[in-house]
Every structure is written in C-alpha cells, then in structure tokens.
C-alpha cells in the first residue's frame, strides 16, 4: 500500500513542514519549520516560521497563529497578511530558546500582535 501524505483536503504534518510562506505581494517570508497542535483539540494552534539568519546563524522562529495562514494552490505555500517590516516587529524566539508554551499570557501576545482570536 502507498503511503498517501496528501490528498485534496489533507496534508501530512511532515510535508507541511518545508513549505514556503509569502505575503500577499508574493515575496518570500521563509518557511514552514514546524506545526503545534493542541493536544485536547487535535487543531493546529501554530505554524513555526523559519525566518532569516544564513545557514541557520541567526535564525529567528516565528510563531503564526494557524488561522492567519491561507495556502495559496498557484504558489504552493502559504500566504500570510504581513510585510517584512511587520514580521521583523513580531514575536520570535531563537533555535535555542524555549517558547513559554501553555503559558496563555505568552501565547495572547502571538494573538494580540497578529489581530486574530485565540485558537483555545
């Protein structure tokens, strides 16, 4: 038996990881790092953006609310709302720093900055 990692209306977390990420203008923002799902609800909460630094030095994470993001089937990648200038304003933490997630004051902050409800 194949193993299927997408279909028309689902996605493996494992291809998501990797996909690109631009603003509605079309540029580039960075990528897909990773997805964080609520463990009660099964739901995406987040999409960990990589973003800048080279070769992984002085790279930022960027943790999007999964509700921001629309997947764009013409680019293959999803589509964010933001300008560069708007994501370099963001909350982000490094590679080697350990978000406050479950801390929901933390995780407010990501909500409030980006305009859009809590996924809880």
Do not use: C
């Not at 990528?31 to 953006?49: N, Q």
């Not at 930022?60 to 609310?65: D, E, Q, S, T």
């Amino acid at each position: 038996m194949d193993n299927i990692d997408e279909t028309v209306s689902l996605i493996s977390a494992g291809k998501v990881q990797g996909t690109n990420v631009y603003n509605t203008g079309g540029d580039s923002l960075g990528d897909i790092h990773d997805v964080m799902i609520d463990k009660r609800t099964g739901k995406i909460a987040y999409a960990i953006m990589s973003f800048g630094g080279f070769l992984g030095i002085g790279e930022r994470y960027h943790p999007l609310p999964w509700s921001t993001l629309k997947y764009d089937t013409r680019q293959g990648g999803y589509v964010v709302g933001l300008t560069k200038d708007q994501l370099e304003k963001a909350p982000t933490y490094a590679a080697k720093e350990t978000p406050a997630w479950g801390n929901r004051g933390f995780e407010k902050t990501i909500h409030d900055y980006y305009g859009v409800a809590p996924y809880w």
